[in-house]
C-alpha cells in the first residue's frame, strides 16, 4: 500500500516485483517509467523529506559503459544550482541497479496541464518561458546539456517552473540492447535541425537545448508545436526545410521564440540572453505579470543572472549554413510528433530527400577579375601617391584638428594587421576629448588614462573621432574597471543612436545591440578569471566579417555573430555603463589607455 501521508494522485502502488528498499531510501509508490526505467516516489531512511528515485533498467546495468557514462553524467549533473531545477541528491552508479535520487516535485506536467486545460493564459506562459530560461541558465552555467527538453519534463510546482531529468539524457541512452550506436533518441518534436545531421560525430551543443526551448513556450502557449505535422518524419522534415508557425504566439515572445528557433545553431541567443530579454523585454508590464505573486521564480531568476550567466562561444555552437540534409528512413517509427523516436542515423537514402532550409540564399557569384585589376591599379596608384605626400609633407595631422595625436602613443605595426588607422595614447586630448552633460556624466583625462564617470546608473559615451568605418575593424585598447559593477563600453560600427556595444565587467562580457536608449543583450561571456578593480587588461574586439572576437591580454574570451543587417559602418565609441544585473550603486567609473584601431 501506498502511504497514505503521500501525495496520491501523481502515485501508483509498488508492483510484487519492485524493491521495497533501494540503499537508504524506502520506496513508496511509483510515479512512472520510461526509457531508463521506473521512477519511485521514495522517503529516506532518516529524513522526512520525499524524494525521487530513478532506477535503472537491468539490461542497462550490465553494460559497463554504460555505468562510466552514467557516473560521468551524474557528478556533472549535481553541480547545477537548484535555479527552476529539480536537484539532483544522491546516486549510485555501484549499486546492482544504478539510481538517481532528485528533488521530488508535486506538480503536473506542462504536457498534462495544455492536454486537460489547453493552452496557457499570457501571464503564465511568461512564467514559464521565464522558468524554463532560468532552468537552462543554470544548466548550462554548469557545463551540461540537457538534451531532452520537452513539456513533459517540465513540472508546473508551487513557487516556480521545474525542470527535469537534465544531463543524463547521454548517460541513458543504451550502448547495447535494442539502441545501437548508430541510432539517437530524441523527442522529434523538440528537436533541433542538427541533431538529424547524417555526421555522427556533429557535436549537441546548449544552442539544442535553446531551439528546445522555443518549441516548448510555443506548445504551452498554442497548444501545437511549431513544426507540428502528421507524422514524425515529416515533422523532422518541417524542422529541416520550413519556418516555424508561430502566428498564434503574441508579442514581443513570438519574436524571442523565433530568434530561438534560428536554423542555424550559431545564431540563436544563449539560455542567458534568452533569460535577459525576457526579464526585461519591450514589454515590462508582461514580466511584472508574470513575476507577480511568484516570489521563488523571481529569486530563482535573478540568481540566474547574478551567479550563473553563461554563454557558449560562437565557434563552439557552429552549424552549417543551411540546414542539415535529413535521409527520412522507411522505419522511422512513432505515433504522434511528441513520440520518443529511433532515428538510424547512417540508414540509406529514402526514395525523397529533404534538403534546404529557411536560411537566406548564398549571395550571387562575383566576378573577380575585372574589379581586381582596377583595385590593384587604383592602390597602386593610392600608394604611390601616400609615399610623395608623406615625403612632401612629413607626417599627417591628426584628424579632427587633434594637434600631435599621432605622437600621444607608440605607432608599432601589428605583424598581421600593419599600421594602425588611428593611434592614441589616451592620456590628454587628442582624438578623444573632455565631455560633460549635466545629469548624465562626464569624460575627462586623469592620471594620464580617459576615465568615463556616472554618478547614477546608466550609460555616457565620451566624444571621440568621427572617422566611419564599413566592414572589418580591430580595436586595442587597455581598459580598467574603477568602481565596483561598472563596465567599460566599446561601442563598434555606432552611427547616430545606434551600434553593438561591448560591456567589460568585472566578472561577464556583453554583447549587445544599442538602438536609442534600449540595449538589448544578445551574448554573455562569463570570464572564469574576473577582472580585478583598478586593473589595466588588454581588451582587443575584432571584427572579421560577420564575427565578432573578442580577446583579453591576447587570449580569446569568445566569438559572436554579428546579424544586424543594418550595422555595418559607423563609429568607435568609448565610454562606460553599468552592470545591469546586478543592483543599482554609484559611481561607475572606468578609464582607458593606449588604443590603437585598424580598418582592414
Given at each position: 500500500m501506498v502511504d497514505s501521508t503521500v501525495p496520491g494522485d501523481r502515485t501508483q502502488r509498488l508492483r510484487p516485483h519492485d524493491p521495497r528498499m533501494l540503499g537508504d531510501y524506502e520506496l513508496l509508490g511509483r510515479l512512472g517509467e520510461g526509457g531508463m526505467g521506473t521512477v519511485y516516489l521514495a522517503r529516506p531512511r532518516n529524513g522526512t523529506a520525499l524524494v525521487a528515485v530513478k532506477v535503472v533498467r537491468l539490461d542497462l546495468a550490465d553494460d559497463d559503459e554504460f555505468?562510466?557514462?552514467?557516473?560521468?553524467?551524474?557528478?556533472?549533473?549535481?553541480?547545477?544550482?537548484p535555479f527552476c531545477t529539480a536537484e539532483v541528491l544522491d546516486a549510485d552508479p555501484e549499486h546492482e541497479q544504478p539510481y538517481l535520487v532528485v528533488e521530488y516535485v508535486d506538480g503536473p506536467t506542462l504536457a498534462e496541464v495544455v492536454e486537460q486545460r489547453g493552452p496557457l493564459t499570457s501571464a503564465n506562459l511568461h512564467s514559464v518561458a521565464i522558468g524554463v530560461a532560468t532552468a537552462l541558465t543554470a544548466i548550462h552555467g554548469a557545463g551540461v546539456i540537457h538534451r531532452d527538453l520537452k513539456p513533459r519534463n517540465v513540472l508546473l510546482a508551487p513557487g516556480s517552473p521545474k525542470v527535469i531529468?537534465?544531463?543524463?539524457?547521454?548517460?541513458?541512452?543504451?550502448?547495447?540492447?535494442?539502441?545501437?550506436?548508430?541510432?539517437?533518441v530524441g523527442t522529434v518534436a523538440y528537436m533541433a535541425p542538427e541533431r538529424f545531421d547524417t555526421d555522427a560525430d556533429t557535436p549537441i551543443t546548449p544552442a539544442a537545448d535553446v531551439f528546445a526551448w522555443?518549441?516548448?513556450?510555443?506548445?504551452?502557449?498554442?497548444?501545437?508545436?511549431?513544426?507540428?505535422?502528421?507524422?514524425?518524419?515529416?515533422?523532422?522534415?518541417?524542422?529541416?526545410?520550413?519556418?516555424?508557425?508561430?502566428?498564434?504566439?503574441?508579442?514581443?515572445?513570438?519574436?524571442?521564440v523565433a530568434h530561438a528557433l534560428e536554423k542555424d545553431p550559431a545564431n540563436r541567443p544563449s539560455a542567458r540572453e534568452l533569460l535577459d530579454l525576457l526579464i526585461s523585454g519591450e514589454r515590462p508590464a508582461a514580466t511584472a505579470a508574470a513575476l507577480a505573486d511568484q516570489p521563488d521564480l523571481r529569486a530563482a531568476a535573478a540568481e540566474a543572472q547574478a551567479v550563473t550567466g553563461y554563454a557558449i562561444p560562437a565557434k563552439a555552437m557552429a552549424g552549417t549554413a543551411t540546414a542539415p540534409t535529413l535521409n527520412i528512413p522507411p522505419g522511422l517509427v512513432g505515433y504522434d510528433e511528441n513520440s520518443i523516436v529511433t532515428v538510424p542515423i547512417s540508414s540509406p537514402p529514402a526514395e525523397t530527400e529533404v534538403t534546404g532550409g529557411t536560411e537566406p540564399p548564398p549571395r550571387p557569384g562575383r566576378r573577380w577579375l575585372l574589379p581586381l585589376t582596377v583595385s590593384v591599379l587604383a592602390?597602386?596608384?593610392?600608394?604611390?601617391?601616400?609615399?610623395?605626400?608623406?615625403?612632401?609633407?612629413?607626417?599627417?595631422a591628426p584628424r579632427d584638428g587633434a594637434a600631435g595625436a599621432d605622437d600621444a602613443a607608440p605607432t608599432s605595426d601589428d605583424p598581421v594587421l600593419g599600421r594602425p588607422m588611428i593611434t592614441d595614447a589616451l592620456d590628454r586630448e587628442a582624438y578623444w576629448k573632455p565631455s560633460e552633460q549635466a545629469g548624465e556624466g562626464r569624460c575627462d583625462f586623469i592620471d594620464g588614462r580617459l576615465t568615463a564617470h556616472r554618478d547614477t546608473d546608466g550609460l555616457y559615451k565620451c566624444r571621440g573621432p568621427a572617422d566611419e568605418i564599413t566592414g572589418d575593424v580591430t580595436v586595442d585598447v587597455d581598459t580598467r574597471v574603477e568602481t565596483p559593477l561598472s563596465c567599460a563600453g566599446i561601442w563598434l560600427r555606432f552611427l547616430k543612436t545606434q551600434g553593438y556595444l561591448v560591456r567589460i565587467c568585472e566578472r561577464n562580457v556583453y554583447l549587445g545591440v544599442h538602438r536609442g536608449d534600449d540595449v538589448r543583450p544578445r551574448r554573455t561571456f562569463v570570464l572564469t578569471d574576473p577582472i580585478q578593480l583598478d586593473t589595466a587588461v588588454r581588451?582587443?574586439?575584432?571584427?572579421?566579417?560577420?564575427?565578432?572576437?573578442?580577446?583579453r591580454d591576447g587570449t580569446e574570451i569568445g566569438s559572436a555573430r554579428l546579424t544586424e543587417p543594418d550595422?555595418?559602418?559607423g563609429k568607435v565609441v568609448l565610454g562606460v555603463f553599468d552592470e545591469r544585473e546586478a543592483p543599482p550603486t554609484a559611481p561607475y567609473q572606468v578609464s582607458f589607455g593606449n588604443l590603437r584601431i585598424w580598418d582592414h
Open positions: 555505468r562510466r557514462r552514467f557516473r560521468s553524467e551524474v557528478q556533472r549533473a549535481r553541480q547545477v544550482p531529468d537534465f544531463g543524463i539524457a547521454r548517460a541513458m541512452t543504451a550502448t547495447s540492447g535494442n539502441t545501437r550506436p548508430d541510432q539517437m522555443g518549441s516548448v513556450v510555443t506548445y504551452a502557449g498554442t497548444g501545437k508545436t511549431p513544426f507540428y505535422a502528421d507524422s514524425p518524419a515529416a515533422t523532422a522534415a518541417r524542422i529541416l526545410t520550413q519556418p516555424p508557425r508561430l502566428h498564434e504566439l503574441s508579442r514581443p515572445l513570438r519574436g524571442l592602390a597602386a596608384l593610392i600608394a604611390g601617391l601616400v609615399i610623395l605626400g608623406l615625403v612632401i609633407r612629413g607626417p599627417a581588451i582587443r574586439l575584432r571584427i572579421t566579417g560577420e564575427t565578432l572576437t573578442i580577446s550595422l555595418q559602418t
